[in-house]
């Protein structure tokens, strides 16, 4: 069924990504609820419901639900018995299926298996002894990652070293995980997908991801140095797996590239994506809005690319020596800011980021680093 302007979005989750659907969902003309767990959160502050509680809370989610005419997230560290129990309110968009795969490693990885896509070699890990076991057959290095709540790298440990399992198991603290090969990567990229409720598909990429610190730092379209192959492959891949998900919504699959040419999927997000944020400005429907679009059903958006941009994240360290100079950033031609609203800003915490068009790709790169390093105080 299609949902009108007027229809309320429910939004399990209240970050940044929630409070961008709620800006293209606003307006729009559709009214936002938000299960968050403060009314300081980035989506809390904008939207016209604010439900208190966590992400495992299930009345709270049931209240999400009731006041709803459908539920989407924007985080997939999302209680599964809250999301049903929501989703008995309103239609869960993405569903369940989408959200119980790509919250657990071990299902995700498993799941790509047993679809046929590539992924890193990897064996689930449950105990020191699985963990002793599945390095004799992935060899080292080797990188453990907890199936659950692992994110910008926490919840993982390299292992150089059979000798150093113990070491690896203590520091993941004991819990399920999956063991993959340390790949030599090229490059990594990503694809966004919006799928909508007719089956219609429309894509975002490849995107060029650049990591500092395990956290996405810098994003760049058109990605550099990826063959027309691997790009079309990487394309053809998104469509496969949003469609063996029975996607309603948006995904981004993120893929390894590795030195030997090879594409692998790295992992899946059911939802926004911190490598689409450059979309709201270089895209004529973005990510959010196409997230809006989808889950209301709404024909999706034309993506047509208004030219060549880069996204650079802002974390909290640009904050260190005081309010960072806004004017000399937004002094630059073609550069854009957006903050989430977040009070406090924390080393490591992602506060807002960056977007910069220019003629190419690497003049928008070029500018986007620019402007951020114009940002912090002497
Ligand atoms: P993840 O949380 O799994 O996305 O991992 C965070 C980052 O760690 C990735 O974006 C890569 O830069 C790096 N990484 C993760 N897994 C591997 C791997 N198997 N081989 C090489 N690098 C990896």
């Given at each position: 069924m299609r949902l009108a302007p007027g229809a309320t979005i429910g939004i399990l989750g209240a970050g940044q990504l929630g409070r961008m659907i709620a800006h293209a969902a606003q307006r729009m003309g559709y009214r936002v609820a938000v299960l968050a767990?403060?009314?300081?959160?980035p989506a809390a502050l904008v939207a016209d419901r604010v439900v208190a509680g966590a992400l495992h809370d299930v009345a709270a989610a049931i209240e999400l639900g009731q006041i709803s005419d459908v539920v989407t997230l924007e985080v997939e560290h999302v209680d599964l018995d809250a999301a049903r129990a929501a989703g008995k309110h309103a239609p869960l968009r993405p569903g369940l299926k989408a959200l119980e795969i790509a919250r657990d490693r071990a299902l995700e990885k498993t799941f790509l298996r047993n679809i046929g896509e590539r992924t890193a070699p990897f064996e689930l890990v449950g105990s020191l002894d699985g963990l002793r076991a599945a390095l004799t057959g992935i060899g080292c290095p080797a990188v453990l990652k907890t199936t659950t709540e692992g994110y910008d790298g926490h919840g993982q440990a390299r292992i150089d070293d059979p000798e150093l399992a113990q070491d690896a198991w203590l520091l993941i603290d004991e819990r399920p995980a999956v063991l993959e090969g340390f790949l030599r990567l090229e490059q990594e990229v990503s694809v966004l997908i919006a799928r909508g409720l007719d089956g219609a598909v429309a894509t975002y990429g490849p995107l060029g991801n650049e990591h500092a610190h395990h956290i996405l730092d810098v994003t760049v379209h058109p990605v550099q140095g990826l063959s027309e192959e691997l790009a079309a492959e990487a394309l053809a891949t998104a469509k496969r797996v949003a469609e063996a998900l029975d996607l309603v919504g948006l995904l981004c699959v993120e893929f390894f590239v590795t030195s030997a040419g090879e594409l692998l999927i790295n992992e899946l997000a059911p939802r926004p994506h911190n490598s689409g944020h450059l979309t709201m400005e270089a895209c004529e429907t973005s990510q959010f809005e196409q997230v809006v679009r989808a889950i209301t059903g709404m024909p999706l958006g034309a993506v047509d690319w208004r030219g060549p941009a880069a996204m650079a994240n802002l974390l909290g360290d640009v904050w260190s020596n005081g309010e960072p100079r806004w004017e000399e950033a937004l002094a630059m031609p073609g550069v854009h800011l957006h903050l989430y609203g977040k009070r406090e800003a924390r080393a490591g915490r992602k506060m807002g980021h960056l977007t910069a068009l220019a003629a190419s790709a690497a003049a928008a790169e070029e500018a986007v680093r620019r402007a951020r390093g114009l940002l912090p105080r002497g």
């Open positions: 767990q403060s009314p300081e959160e």
